[in-house]
């Protein structure tokens, strides 16, 4: 048993190494790597700066009326929507898919103060320059914290919201101790491609690795090859003090229109785990009870717990995560 355990860890070592050697070094703004759909442009003018934000706006042959925008999370980036735009606008929904100002395609300014409003009146920017008045939002993992805040923020524009694993369900003020931006930039300055792999391997994939994940390792991996890897680092590390002080835990009651979770409930993701101790830590993340919870504090909401499935559904277990969605996307 001990041989074959050595054996597999031999061969994931050799497959890793394999990768990190083909490894792309990406454009800041990833103008060398292509998304699935064209990818669109609005300027803003903002905290005294010009930016551009990309967006894509997917739109079906068989249109049914509505349209459905997709928020991504913070490691991530529009073009893991891929497969959920394909079957979403198999059902004839339009799809929108922004990257957030610090994201993907996005500019990654070298000042900016991130706040959730400030992202949620950038993206509302997005849905006025296409001339949308109403939409359905989903939102995963961070993006569940900016889709609650859009929510509470635009309550007229937005007519239903869908949760997939979002972070934020939990205060971690409460049990973490403080980290300055500069402790969190000089950790975005220490990654690499296996340290990326490692917390996605564990935090997301429960230890299971598929070829079709590698993708998402290199899209973080290929910046820390670019000399100007410390633009995207600062911006992570704003980011993260983002999610740190602005929860939104403690406004779940004032979101009014039709809600869903999809809740993988193997997910333990948790922001600062390494910077507790054991006992706190196995307090936190705790996403097979956080979802129940959650349902009770919005009123009428939904709640479909996937199992033993973590914090990635559409990506892990697309088939269990797109039913529920469609399903609930069809009902009045």
Not at 25 to 49: M, T
Request: net charge positive; charged share 20%.
């Amino acid at each position: 048993m001990k041989l074959q355990l050595a054996i597999s860890l031999f061969l994931i070592s050799l497959f890793s190494f394999a990768q990190q050697a083909q490894l792309k070094q990406l454009d800041i703004n990833l103008k060398n790597y292509n998304y699935p759909y064209p990818v669109h442009f609005i300027n803003l003018s903002v905290q005294q700066q010009k930016m551009q934000m990309g967006y894509m706006d997917v739109k079906p042959e068989n249109y049914n009326g509505k349209t459905i925008m997709l928020l991504h999370g913070k490691n991530f980036n529009g073009a893991y929507w891929k497969t959920t735009i394909a079957a979403l606008t198999k059902q004839g929904f339009r799809v929108v898919v922004p990257d957030q100002i610090g994201f993907g395609k996005s500019d990654k300014p070298l000042r900016f103060q991130y706040s959730f409003q400030q992202l949620a009146e950038n993206t509302k920017r997005v849905l006025d320059t296409l001339g949308i008045q109403k939409t359905a939002v989903l939102g995963h993992s961070m993006g569940g914290m900016l889709a609650t805040r859009f929510a509470l923020m635009y309550p007229e524009t937005v007519e239903k919201l869908i949760l997939e694993n979002p972070i934020g369900l939990e205060d971690w003020k409460l049990k973490v101790p403080y980290k300055s931006v500069d402790w969190w930039y000089e950790s975005e300055m220490n990654q690499n491609y296996d340290k990326i792999k490692k917390y996605q391997l564990e935090s997301y994939y429960d230890g299971k690795w598929k070829p079709e994940y590698d993708e998402w390792v290199n899209l973080l991996a290929g910046w820390t090859l670019n000399p100007d890897f410390k633009r995207y680092a600062w911006n992570a590390a704003l980011t993260y003090d983002m999610i740190f002080n602005q929860p939104v835990v403690y406004e779940f009651q004032n979101i009014k229109c039709p809600t869903l979770l999809i809740i993988g409930t193997r997910d333990k993701t948790a922001l600062g785990k390494p910077l507790v101790s054991e006992s706190v830590r196995k307090t936190m993340g705790l996403y097979e009870n956080l979802g129940k919870e959650t349902q009770q504090k919005i009123s009428g909401s939904k709640l479909v717990e996937i199992p033993n499935i973590g914090h990635m559904p559409h990506i892990e277990s697309f088939d269990l995560f797109i039913k529920p969605l469609i399903d609930f996307l069809g009902n009045k």
